[in-house]
């Protein structure tokens, strides 16, 4: 059974910094492309990463880009998103979703980060 | 960057009745593979997304058949055949062609 747990999520000031960490098991991590997706409670879905198997080719939306850095360790099936210069409007529900012939054949339950002073 | 936009973002539908949600893109969606990468999502109250459509018309493992997607180029559409109660949710489609990837705004499906 394919299993995307997030973790690292909680409440953090404005201008800190999280890590998110997404455990994986049940399909071979090594050879997915994976995703981070995020949620304001109530609002859409926003795209923010994507990153390759070998972890060498990532691509970020405008809105995160230069201040989150999505990276894997191939060795714990784990996926990470570093998030730096966080702002209140970086506080949602952040999904870790696996990539199948596009993003989200699966997805994790999601870890809320709350930025708020 | 790609926009893609929903209609209608509210759809009220009669149990038993079909249901269609459109998607455009400002772009075409095919990629030099040839490909067209445009999904189409489900999210149920209080749960995570579920995808029920990739590359246009083809559907997840253990999504109903009443699900269907068809579409080319930039114009794309979801249809239910006959609208069942947990159907109701929010659905949203994804381009994945051209990066950074982008969702519609979502489309509120709920019983009349």
């Given at each position: 059974e394919v299993q995307l747990v997030e973790s690292g999520g909680g409440l953090v000031q404005?201008?800190?910094?999280?890590?998110?960490?997404?455990?994986?098991?049940?399909?071979?991590?090594?050879?997915?492309?994976?995703?981070?997706?995020?949620?304001?409670?109530?609002?859409?879905?926003?795209?923010?990463?994507?990153?390759?198997?070998?972890?060498?080719?990532?691509?970020?939306?405008d809105?995160?880009?230069?201040?989150?850095?999505?990276?894997?360790?191939?060795?714990?099936?784990?996926?990470?998103?570093?998030?730096?210069?966080?702002?209140?409007?970086?506080?949602?529900?952040?999904?870790?979703?696996?990539?199948s012939y596009g993003c989200g054949d699966y997805w994790g339950q999601g870890s809320l980060v709350t930025v708020s002073s | 960057d790609v926009v893609v936009t929903q209609s209608p973002l509210s759809l009220p539908v009669t149990l038993g009745q079909p249901a269609s949600i459109s998607c455009r893109s400002s772009?075409?969606?095919?990629?030099?593979?040839?490909?067209?990468?445009?999904?189409?999502?489900?999210?149920?109250?209080?749960?995570?997304?579920?995808?029920?459509?990739?590359?246009?018309?083809?559907?997840?493992?253990?999504?109903?058949?009443?699900?269907?997607?068809?579409?080319?180029?930039t114009d794309f559409t979801l249809k239910i055949s006959r609208v069942e109660a947990e159907d109701v949710g929010l659905y949203y489609c994804l381009q994945g062609t051209h990066w950074p990837q982008s969702f519609g705004q979502g489309t509120k499906v709920e019983i009349k």
């Open positions: 404005p201008g800190g910094s999280l890590r998110l960490s997404c455990a994986a098991s049940g399909f071979t991590f090594t050879t997915s492309s994976m995703h981070w997706v995020r949620q304001v409670p109530g609002k859409g879905l926003v795209w923010l990463s994507l990153i390759n198997p070998e972890g060498t080719n990532t691509s970020y939306a809105s995160v880009k230069g201040r989150f850095t999505i990276s894997r360790d191939n060795a714990k099936n784990t996926l990470y998103l570093q998030m730096n210069n966080l702002r209140a409007e970086d506080t949602a529900v952040y999904y870790c979703a696996k990539d | 772009q075409s969606l095919v990629y030099s593979d040839g490909n067209t990468y445009l999904s189409w999502f489900q999210q149920r109250p209080g749960q995570s997304p579920r995808r029920l459509i990739y590359k246009v018309s083809n559907r997840d493992s253990g999504v109903p058949d009443r699900f269907s997607g068809s579409g080319s180029g």
